[in-house]
């Protein structure tokens, strides 16, 4: 008599172990990365936008005051959510000038957690992250 079951079971409960730990690491906490006194605006042109989860993300090379040109990942929520407050798929595209507000990286680099986005005519995208006036 074999005992393939409770075997069996083991191996399975081990796989899906496994492959719960790498999505719970993907999703990280927001403190870990961004810093919530600091937030800054950004205006530059959009080279990607990935409508992805757990996170979008929106690639844009802006210029600072001495004109060296800085590509910045911006984090934005799940699709879910932003679909909630009025984006969507193709509410950015490459090309598109935008001004992005968010909270700096803890670490210096050009990464960005998003509050806010604004078309190259100053008009919200979607509607402000919470706290923010959307004038």
């Given at each position: 008599?074999?005992?393939k ?6 191996v399975?409960?081990?796989a899906l ?7 719970a690491?993907?999703h990280?906490s927001f ?7 600091r ?8 080279t990607?936008?990935?409508?992805t ?8 090379d ?5 004109g060296?040109?800085?590509?910045w990942?911006?984090?934005t929520?799940a ?10 798929r ?10 992005v507000d968010?909270w700096?990286?803890?670490d210096?680099?050009p ?7 604004r078309n190259a005519?100053g ?6 992250a919470?706290?923010?006036?959307d004038d």
């Amino acid at each position: 008599m074999h005992r393939k079951g409770p075997a069996l079971a083991a191996v399975l409960a081990g796989a899906l172990i496994a492959l719960g730990s790498t999505s719970a690491l993907a999703h990280h906490s927001f403190a870990v990365f961004f810093d919530s006194d600091r937030t800054i605006a950004i205006t530059g042109t959009v080279t990607a936008f990935r409508f992805t989860n757990p996170h979008g993300t929106i690639a844009l090379d802006a210029r600072d005051s001495a004109g060296k040109l800085t590509q910045w990942r911006v984090e934005t929520n799940a699709p879910v959510v932003l679909t909630r407050r009025g984006w969507q798929r193709d509410s950015i595209k490459p090309g598109d000038v935008i001004t992005v507000d968010g909270w700096t990286a803890r670490d210096g680099k050009p990464y960005l957690r998003l509050r806010s986005a604004r078309n190259a005519q100053g008009q919200l995208i979607g509607q402000a992250a919470f706290g923010q006036s959307d004038d």
